[in-house]
Nanobody, 125 residues
Framework: QVQLVESGGGLVQAGGSLRLSCAAS????????VGWFRQAPGKEREFVAV????????YYADSVKGRFTISRGNAQNTVYLQMNSLKPEDTAVYYC??????????????????WGQGTRVTVSL
């Protein structure tokens, strides 16, 4: 059973940066797609970014394109989300998720089998 743990959230001023980490244990996610989602207060969970195997394309939500970067770490089973130029509207709980399938809509949370507990990001003015 794969377990995912996010870290790196916190409070940051608008324009600042944070790097979120997603560490997997109990199995390898090197061959999985790994996505980041977020859920703001009172809103539905939404797709942020996804990465497949190293060297494969990455995809982003339009709202974060050019500001966020998803990557796999040199350490196995770790995926990062570098978030720059943060805005108050980026405030949310951020979740990482891993999915073994390669078909379907990667923006759909139903395409992911394993989820972390989330890390909170708060961006102040």
């Amino acid at each position: 059973q794969v377990q995912l743990v996010e870290s790196g959230g916190g409070l940051v001023q608008a324009g600042g940066s944070l790097r979120l980490s997603c560490a997997a244990s109990g199995g390898t996610v090197d061959s999985y797609k790994v996505g980041w989602f977020r859920q703001a207060p009172g809103k539905e969970r939404e797709f942020v970014a996804v990465i497949w195997r190293p060297g494969a394309p990455t995809y982003y939500a339009d709202s974060v394109k050019g500001r966020f970067t998803i990557s796999r770490g040199n350490a196995q089973n770790t995926v990062y989300l570098q978030m720059n130029s943060l805005k108050p509207e980026d405030t949310a709980v951020y979740y990482c998720a891993a999915g073994s399938g390669f078909g379907g809509d990667y923006r759909s949370q139903f395409q992911y089998d394993y989820w972390g507990q989330g890390t909170r990001v708060t961006v102040s003015l």
